[in-house]
């Protein structure tokens, strides 16, 4: 296996309020593991072997199952996304690289996945890329609004989007590559002036394209694949969708 020129930073912070549970909504078990270990394995499979992984409520229990050779970052308080990457700022700090940014709750993101969007994060100007894909509702997801050439110009929240923007069906993913000597900045440059009143980390595209940059975006070909887990029922559908491969 190839080893990536990148380091890892995997969101597993949050309780998951909709899965009305106790259980940090990462450990949650799809096929027998918990649904960080799925992402951390797709990670180490696509050749990083540095893995941070920001945890939060229950932070114990997630770091316990995230395991050893994983470095850990606290986020006490859930103030976001940009936030939660926030605290992976002193373990990356004398770092100058790609970093892949994924989240805990998406577990089905491949191997394949991760080394085509370090590849285009690697390409000659451009600074960051995002997974994007079509589901079949696009609702509750950010919209991906890009120029007519494909250009992305910037990632709109559902609940800031305006109308023509809630119209467009490719959406975010929540699965990043950045450069580091352009998310760390960015960071420090994002507000809380939105709709949620959170860090948006999708806010960072703003600051590298005012600097002149390039970002880009990496289309899923099937949405399975970058569905997130929010609800019971949507952990089932999940279960069911990898029985019925494990069978075919």
């Known amino acids: ?17 909709r899965m009305k549970s106790e259980l940090p909504k990462v450990l949650h078990s799809l096929c027998g593991m918990p649904l960080v270990a799925h992402v951390l394995r797709s ?6 072997s540095d893995i941070i992984t920001v945890v939060g409520y229950k932070g114990d229990e997630v770091a316990r199952a995230a395991g050893e050779g994983v470095r850990i970052a606290w986020q006490h308080e859930q103030k976001g996304t940009g936030h939660a990457v926030m605290q992976s700022a002193p373990l990356l700090e004398d770092y100058h690289g790609l970093v892949v940014v994924a989240c805990g709750d998406v577990p ?20 960051a890329c995002v997974l994007t894909m079509i ?29 023509e923007e809630k ?66 029922e949507e952990l089932k559908k999940l279960e069911e969708y990898m029985e019925r491969r494990s069978h075919s």
Do not use: C, W
Request: charge should be neutral.
């Open 167 to 232: 119209s467009v069906r490719e959406v975010n993913t929540g699965t990043y590559v950045f450069h580091s000597d352009f998310l760390f900045p960015g960071l420090k440059t994002i507000t809380t002036n939105n709709a949620q009143g959170e860090y948006y980390l999708p806010d960072v595209f703003n600051y590298i394209r005012s600097s002149g940059h390039v970002t880009r975006t990496v289309l899923l070909k099937d949405p399975i694949e970058g569905s997130g887990v929010n609800s019971p």
């Open 135 to 163: 589901p079949a509702n696009p609702f509750g997801y950010g919209r991906i609004i890009k120029e007519s050439d494909g250009t992305l110009v910037k990632i709109v929240e559902e609940k800031d989007a305006g109308e």
């Open 1 to 17: 296996m190839a080893i990536i020129n990148a380091k890892a930073v995997v969101l597993a912070a949050g309780k998951g309020v």
């Open 43 to 48: 990670i180490r499979d696509s050749g990083i």
């Open 108 to 127: 089905l993101i491949s191997p394949d996945t991760i080394r085509e969007m370090v590849a285009r994060a690697s390409e000659p100007g451009v600074r």
